[in-house]
């Protein structure tokens, strides 16, 4: 049995979620027919983040084992063949045995898209967040200076969450303006349940007036939910780079040495 590592691209519109469950039809579960039919037996796969209903994704990465002979390198190929255009394999590696995808993670990026438009757009419906209402943006790209740093993001998770601390460190957050199309960047060790969404809210909600630009600076001191806007909605977010150590990749054992799970539970 060998250890293979793939990453997967989405587009999450049609389905509800990442993860297998019964009332809904989940990228985790056509993955592992398509692969199950590819490598002969039984596969069962472990994603690096659990991306919610409507959330897309550039970069999942994906483990599982097989005893299959295709080649490592070749399941793009073979997958591809298999499934839906909505769901595609852009890459796929041996990792070794002790190889997590979710548990040896060290940072991720997401991005969150908005059109702020008067109208709405036939062709981004499904990526976009459409906000009609202009937003005054310097007062949004203002309110991102309070988000870097390692901070107790309680008020940013929610309802619904596992994970077991709150504690986590964003590295970089920006907001870039293209003609009526914004877009938020943000990287840290880990996310909480709905955190960039929740940031994508608030920002919303201080572009048009509605919240100060200290906002997220009051959260962290209150850790209360009611401090910070809606949840935005899915359609806007994409999980777009999962990065791990190096040792993750040339240690036989590297999963032992993974002790605390505040990078892993209740992602986005």
Same mark, same amino acid.
């Given at each position: 049995? *060998? ?66 002979? !295709? ?45 702020? $438009? ?23 790209? *203002? ?45 840290? $060790? ?8 929740? !940031? ?5 909600? !201080?572009?048009?007036? *509605? ?12 850790? $209360? ?44």
């Amino acid at each position: 049995m *060998k250890r293979l590592l793939l990453t997967v691209e989405y587009d999450g519109s049609a389905y509800a979620g990442w993860q297998r469950q019964l009332n809904g039809l989940a990228v985790q579960q056509v993955l592992e027919e398509a692969l199950s039919a590819a490598c002969g037996h039984p596969v069962t796969v472990t994603g690096s983040s659990r991306t919610d209903a409507g959330v897309h994704a550039r970069m999942q990465m994906v483990h599982f084992d097989s005893g299959c002979t !295709i080649p490592p390198d070749k399941f793009p190929f073979v997958l591809n063949n298999l499934l839906p255009p909505d769901i595609r394999v852009q890459a796929s590696r041996e990792v070794p045995a002790g190889f997590h995808a979710r548990f040896l993670t060290s940072g991720k990026t997401y991005t969150y898209r908005i059109l702020n $438009n008067r109208h709405g757009s036939a062709l981004l419906r499904a990526t976009r967040w459409h906000v009609p209402v202009p937003l005054d943006y310097p007062s949004m790209r *203002k309110a991102l200076e309070y988000l870097p740093g390692t901070h107790d993001f309680a008020a940013f998770q929610a309802s619904g969450g596992t994970a077991r601390t709150t504690i986590r460190t964003v590295e970089r957050a920006d907001l870039a303006a293209t003609g009526p199309e914004f877009t938020l960047t943000v990287s840290g $060790n880990a996310f909480l349940y709905n955190m960039v969404r929740i !940031i994508a809210g608030t920002l919303v909600e !201080i572009g048009l007036g *509605k919240r100060e630009t200290d906002a997220f600076s009051r959260a962290f001191i209150s850790l $209360n939910r009611l401090d910070l806007g809606m949840t935005a909605p899915p359609c806007g977010l994409e999980l777009t780079e999962v990065r791990y150590p190096e040792k993750a990749f040339s240690d036989p054992n590297a999963v032992r040495w993974h002790e605390d799970d505040a990078a892993q539970s209740g992602e986005e």
